[in-house]
C-alpha cells in the first residue's frame, strides 16, 4: 500500500469517527442496524456459496 492510499484511509477513518461522534444514538442504532444486515447478508452469500462449491466438486468427482 503505498503512501497516498494508506493516508487517505486515514483521513477517511478519521471522517468517519468524527461523524460516529456527532450522530444521535437513533442515527447510531440505524446506521449499527444497516451495517448488521449487510454482514447478515454476507455471511448468507459466503455460506451459499461454499455449498455450491461443496456440490460441485463432488458431483464432479462422482
Not at 494508506?6 to 478519521?14: D, F, I, S, V
Not at 437513533?26 to 451495517?35: G, I, P, R, Y
Amino acid at each position: 500500500m503505498n503512501k497516498n492510499t494508506r493516508n487517505g484511509l486515514l483521513a477517511l477513518g478519521l471522517a468517519a469517527a468524527a461523524a460516529w461522534y456527532k450522530m444521535s444514538p437513533e442515527q447510531k442504532s440505524t446506521v449499527k442496524d444497516k451495517v448488521s444486515g449487510w454482514g447478515n447478508k454476507l455471511k448468507d452469500g459466503l455460506a451459499n456459496l461454499k455449498k455450491q462449491a461443496g456440490q460441485a466438486s463432488t458431483s464432479s468427482t462422482s
